[in-house]
């Protein structure tokens, strides 16, 4: 955040290059759950920039729409926040919703003026109905309106799952990056050599991860992602528990002396 406010200073300060003339809008663009770090964006405090130095928020909930917060209604809903202290919310269907596409959501005469203007609108086409129904009937069991308590019962369990898998990885000895109550679980492996031999491992003992290196993470800090869903159960989460832990052991990645 001091980072963040420098930034803004400056902008503000110095204005645009070359011409030194002030910015018609500054724009703070942030995730709710970053897709590498598995962390949740401290959004009370860039609101509270935000206000200070008026500028605009724009805020990708790809990874924590439906995932987070008491109700599942992301970031926002997670800090107690007010939506419209966010200028433009996007999204995507292809995460909670099990669907297809994604969303943009701000005031009316934003969305008027994308309708207009996207080129990705205009050209694009129309989200299949049976994909649409699919999205709806989501948000209906997620909001409970549905007429069940199905939705609520889903965002329950996957905080159980997150914290339950997240404790048991930090216990073993691993190295884990982002918030307690973030799903996406980054599983640091550090030297780009184990890599491979950590994925084709633990597929060899019956669990499929998800590695990632340089480019998308800095080339010393390799890492597998790990994604909790609502539909695991805790034998599964054990059975994969038990295959990473003895991947951790055959790898020695078990880098923590922090046993918590």
Known sequence: MIDLENKLKSAVIEGRPQISRPWKKII?????????????????????LKKKYKAYVYLDEAHSIGAIGNSGRGVVDHFGLDPKDVDVMMGTFTKSFGAAGGYIAGNKKLIHYLRLNSHASVYSSSMPPAVTQQIISSMLIIMGKDGTTEGQKRINQLKWNTQYFRRKLKESGFIIYGNDDSPVVPLLIFLPSKVAAMNRTCLEKGLGIVVVGFPATPIIESRARLCLSAAHTKEMLDKALNIINECGDMFRIKYSKKKC
């Open 28 to 48: 703070i663009l942030i995730e709710g759950v970053y897709s590498m770090e598995g962390s949740i964006i401290r959004l009370p405090e860039v609101i509270q």
